[in-house]
């Protein structure tokens, strides 16, 4: 194993095999590793999205009382939206998948455009504010030094992701739940110290409402309630990552990614409600410098010794589970990525799997997006939750929307069920488009203007994407119709003989492309090679591997390209063979293949066509996988020629 091998698996772990018939069980996650790993960024959400609501109020902070109350049961609303979700598409793909199939491929690029943003956000905001509340136990002189912490936690996140996500959630583990008991038993102990204000709260909080309603009026007291509400819904981002993530669940996983939602939804709806509960009892307020949970937390422990200790414990497990929660978009980002790079919204190479399995390319893109808005945006949390807020509600709209149109096409008149999950999706429909409505409108002007721009660069740069790719394949396909023959059986096929000139030819999915090699070799050296090697690589990528039935039809499809030229050269007198191995890496299996061939035989010379376009630019060269030139390059330097034959199309 070279130096490069030996430190790449030090790193980022032994490779994985993905034929291994254990494999998926051996990283799939089971409800209480996926509560961990996809709910932390539900539950981090708790130390920013109820600051932001509380603050919203103003000096009216006895309306928290309210919106307390429909955090908790809109927590609750939407995960068991989801919920069905789950049942719709065991496979995952979420918000993206629902819209995609449920109302066309367009709305699924939208919902797919605004969750790529929202992952990257998730990331940037989670850290943001992690950091926000370490910096809030330290003195004021060291601020200037928080941006820079945040840049080095995205990059150490984005590393410890490429071992894999289970390895990721463990390393994570104990500060998930140490952050859910301690803020639990807080909580509790807040408002039981406070319980007289509690048992007056609610007549209290119906008084100052009328006096309030008298004063301003009902309709500009609602447009508050609804405002301030709004702004909190932070509170709610992270509920789609389970549905995004079926398919790396443990089976059954329907079961299992509704106990995941159970979880999530009850420690979510616990911390959220609880610390508003806190913040109006304790007459919490803003201190510079300092998280409004950091004020109300110190306010219950007080300023002894042991005080100070658990509230340092306190918001370092904020921070260190809002780092958790950052990681959900490491996990669950490039899965949808992954899945609109299989539909051709995004260039092919964010479905690739890494030897750990996991889509590598795509933490890379999330890593460098997210530590590029956290610079250009300093840290600043409050505008941040503004852009993650808006596209959160985008997918939620858009994937409650579909439920409605599912339930309404697919109504068993036989059963009342239908009517039920027809209302309850319509109801959640309402309250997530008039939150996402409320949060664009109020906050426009002060940065929700920055999100839509950015929503519709990613929208034009897919649809630019999925044109290209469209031609292409239009014009591949063509070709194969062209170019594709019908063989004849050959009773004595002639054998290749290794001391003859050999050509080894490449092939992929497209027979056209094989075919055009093969005919360009014969045409421009007539007679010459005796023998025609065929080689081929099954990639394991995100279409093949979600189970043994993927993997099995992929093999298949590989041998029934192989075979198709093998017997097209025997069938003219030409002796052929065929090679095939399957993995993750394209260029490192058929580096290892030509290997294998160039030892048989000594005298071959290896071919490929490579695609060329009438305006070949770094767009259509960032579509491509460039896989012939990389061969070229490792060929050459084994001191093996390899001739790439020009293809334009």
């Known amino acids: 194993m070279s130096i490069q091998s030996r430190l790449k698996q030090t790193l980022f772990g032994a490779p994985l095999n993905p034929f291994n018939p254990n494999i998926l069980r051996h990283i799939s996650l089971i409800a209480l ?52 979700v789950i049942e719709l598409f065991p496979s995952g793909g979420g918000g993206y998948k629902v819209a ?14 605004a969750l790529l943003i929202d992952y990257t956000l998730t990331i940037a905001v989670s850290v943001a504010s992690g950091t926000d509340a370490i910096f809030s136990l330290l003195p004021g002189k060291l601020l200037s030094y928080k941006l820079l912490f945040e840049s080095i936690l995205i990059i150490l996140l984005t590393a410890i992701n490429l071992r894999g996500m289970k390895e990721s959630i463990k390393v994570l583990l104990p500060i998930f739940l140490g952050f859910f008991i301690l803020h639990v038993c807080l909580i509790v102990y807040g408002i039981g110290a406070h319980r007289s204000g509690l048992i007056s709260m609610i007549p209290d909080t119906i008084t100052e409402t009328k006096s309030l309603a008298a004063t301003m009026g009902w309709l500009p007291l609602l447009a508050l309630i609804i405002h301030a509400y709004s702004l909190g819904s932070g509170t709610y981002t992270g509920l789609e990552a389970v549905s995004n993530n079926v398919n790396r669940l443990t089976e059954p996983r329907v079961t299992t990614g509704k106990w995941t939602m159970f979880y999530m939804a009850t420690s979510l709806s616990i911390t959220a409600a609880g610390i508003i509960l806190l913040y109006l009892l304790w007459n919490a307020h803003s201190i510079p410098g ?29 921070a260190g589970l809002l780092f958790v929660g ?3 978009g490491f996990l669950a980002g490039p899965s949808v990525l992954a899945n609109m790079a299989v539909d051709g919204w995004v260039p092919n190479r964010f479905r690739h799997l890494s030897s750990r399995l996991v889509v590598q390319n795509g933490l890379i893109l999330f890593g460098i997006s997210a530590l590029t808005l956290l610079l250009w945006h300093k840290g600043r949390v409050s505008l941040l939750v503004i852009l993650y807020s808006i596209n959160v509600f985008i997918t939620f709209s858009l994937s409650i929307l579909g439920l409605c149109f599912y339930w309404a096409t697919h109504r068993e008149k036989a059963s009342p069920r239908w009517i039920l999950r027809l209302g309850f999706s319509t109801f959640a429909l309402i309250i997530t488009t008039s939150i996402l409505s409320v949060t664009l409108y109020s906050k426009f002007e002060s940065g929700g203007w920055v999100t839509t721009v950015i929503t519709c660069t990613v929208i034009g740069f897919c649809l630019l994407i999925k044109r290209h790719y469209n031609e292409v394949k239009r014009k591949l396909t063509l070709l194969d119709t062209q170019l594709k023959q019908p063989l004849t059986e050959v009773d004595n096929p002639p054998i290749p003989d290794p001391t003859q000139p050999t050509a080894v030819i490449f092939v992929g999915k497209s027979f056209g492309v094989g075919m055009h090699t093969l005919l360009c070799v014969l045409r421009i050296f007539p007679k010459h090679f005796k023998n025609f090697i065929f080689i081929s690589v099954g990639i394991v990528d995100v279409g093949s591997f979600t189970g043994q039935a993927a993997l099995e039809k992929m093999k298949e499809e590989v041998s029934e390209v192989l075979n198709y030229f093998v017997h097209y050269c025997q069938q003219y007198g030409l002796a052929a063979e065929s090679y095939s191995a399957y993995g993750t890496d394209t260029v490192e299996k ?27 630019n770094w767009f259509t060269r960032v579509l491509h996988n460039e896989t012939p030139m990389a061969l070229q390059r490792q060929l050459h330097l084994q001191g093996k020629e390899l001739v790439i034959l020009p293809m334009k199309i």
């Not at 790993?37 to 109020?57: H, K, N, Q, R, V």
């Not at 950091?294 to 200790?309: E, N, P, Q, R, Y």
């Open 590 to 616: 058929l580096l290892e293949l030509s290997e294998e061939v160039g030892e048989k035989y000594p005298n071959c010379i290896f071919f490929s066509s490579k695609l060329i376009f009438e305006h070949d």
């Open 326 to 328: 950052a990681n959900t």
């Open 290 to 318: 300092q998280t409004l949970n950091a004020v109300v937390f110190h306010s219950i422990l007080g300023d002894s010794t042991f005080g100070k200790i658990l509230l340092s414990i306190t918001l370092l497990l904020e």
């Open 100 to 113: 995609t199939q449920l109302l066309g491929p367009y709305v699924g690029l939208i919902s797919g455009a």
């Open 33 to 84: 590793l996926a509560w961990v790993g996809l709910g932390a960024d539900g539950l981090s959400s708790s130390c920013y999205g109820p600051e932001e609501t509380f603050i919203a109020l103003g000096s009216h902070t006895h309306l928290a009382l309210y919106i307390a109350i429909a955090t908790a049961a809109t927590v609750f609303i939407i995960s068991l939206a989801y919920n069905q």
